[in-house]
């Protein structure tokens, strides 16, 4: 027997980041299944010399190209090859050299690779839901022509696609997508007007990009998810329910026609959502902290309170309403973030500004590939405007 056969070739878009940086721990303990193909990094040149030198893969691509000759003579002792710039992200993408791309870039950045990898008929294990919060029809109907399994590695829609084993012939009634609530949870406008920054970055349950970490803080990441369970699981709107759920125990739910639900639990840890994307179909052992519900008194559950948190609201709307809108309100928020971040507009701020940019933006019902890029930039443009940016 070819020991090599079973051995998945993984391409990690984003492996600097924070779901990259655990990918690649789960792939250390693994490293009899998995092995590293591809890393890819925006800015962060060191830590991706680090990882290159470390896991020696077949390329590394630089997204920022005045770091090339940096990377390139880093990593001139060995035989790895050396890529910069967007394009060559893109292209990288569509390369024999791997088995399955873990899409870990943050935003519309990652929609292109990952597009590219459906193309040429790679796996997916997406991290990156704002793929298909952008164009969600256009990708999951390329992944089904070309054959393409696409592995949720977001908790809760890793929690769905679990509780989903076995039950292919049966039709969901409803998903109850559960949420943290987030840093803010309980808070009202007059105590989120205030919000710096350094407020937003600290979630109470996960460690995460900075991007994500203010969605969560906004709930538009839960807006964003529920455009991604649309998608992921062929959903109507009234179908999807988000639950606050301060504890991050169920990580979502699904209920049956019968009125079963099933649910999947654990500690929140994002390395086991990741670890079943790479190793599915197959379950495999690990040593990470077992959930002891001795150890947990109450499992809690509201509703998310809309009137303060109004992105989920928009982002409700943007779902209901489909066609380019949720790409719109993406680049909007995706633009809002950043300013607030550099502390440039305030925390209600960025719902004004989404807002604002999903009312300006010309509806599309039925937008090609080219309309979504084109509804993005022109809503980049209109919300960076508005803030000066
Ligand atoms: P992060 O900011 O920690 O890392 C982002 C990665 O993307 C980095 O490697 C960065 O170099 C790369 N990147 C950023 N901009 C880029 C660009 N323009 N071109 C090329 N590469 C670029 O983010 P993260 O928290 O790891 O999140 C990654 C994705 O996974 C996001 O879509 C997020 O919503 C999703 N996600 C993250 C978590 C989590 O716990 N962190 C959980 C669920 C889903
Ligand atoms: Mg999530």
New binding site residues.
């Given amino acids: 027997m070819d020991v090599h056969a079973s051995v998945k070739r993984i391409a990690i ?10 990918a690649l721990e789960v792939i250390t303990a693994h490293s009899d299944q998995f092995s590293v193909e591809v890393l ?5 040149d060191d830590l991706l010399i680090e990882q290159a030198l470390h896991f020696k893969p077949n390329m590394v691509v630089i ?1 920022d190209d005045t770091k090339y000759s940096k990377v390139k003579d880093a990593l001139s002792s060995t035989d790895i090859k050396v890529f910069a710039g ?1 394009k060559a ?1 893109e292209e990288v993408a569509a390369m024999d050299c791997y088995d399955l791309m873990l899409a ?4 519309y ?2 929609f292109k690779p990952t597009i590219n990898a459906i193309n040429a008929g790679k796996a997916i294990a997406l ?4 793929t298909l919060v952008v164009a969600g029809d256009i990708v999951m109907r390329t992944a089904v022509e070309k054959r393409v399994p696409i592995i949720p ?3 809760e829609h890793s929690a769905i696609f679990q509780c989903l084993v076995g039950e292919m012939r049966n039709p969901i009634e409803k998903v109850l997508l559960t949420a943290s609530g987030g840093p803010f949870l309980g808070k009202k406008t007059n105590f989120l007007v205030n919000v710096k920054r350094e407020h937003a970055l600290q979630h109470p349950n ?8 203010v ?1 969560s803080a906004t709930l538009m ?1 839960k807006g ?1 998810e529920m455009i991604e369970a649309k998608w992921l699981f062929n959903l109507k709107p009234e179908q999807i329910q988000v639950l606050i759920h301060p504890q991050s125990i169920i990580h979502s739910m699904v209920q049956f026609q019968d009125g079963s639900i099933k649910a999947q639990m654990g500690l929140p840890d ?1 390395k086991l959502p990741i670890q079943y994307a790479l190793a599915f179909p197959k379950r495999i052992p690990n040593d990470f902290p077992r959930c002891d519900f001795r150890k947990i008194n109450t499992l809690t559950f509201e509703d998310p309170d809309l009137r303060t948190f109004r992105n989920l609201s928009l982002a409700m709307e943007a779902l209901d309403k489909g066609g380019n809108l949720p790409c719109i309100m993406n680049a909007a928020n995706e633009i809002a973030v950043y300013a607030f971040l550099r502390n440039r507009i305030g925390f209600l701020d960025m719902t004004d500004v989404i807002e604002k940019t999903m009312e300006k933006v010309s509806f599309i019902a039925q937008p090609s590939l080219e309309q979504y890029y084109e509804s993005d930039g022109e809503a980049r443009s209109y919300a960076a405007d508005m803030i000066d940016l």
């Fill in positions: 878009y984003g492996s600097t980041g924070s779901i990259g940086r655990q890819t990094a925006n800015t962060n997204g967007e992200l870990a870039i943050v935003g950045a990652g991290a990156n839901k704002e590695v977001d908790s996960w460690n995460m990009g900075a991007k994500i970490s969605d990441n964003l994002m």
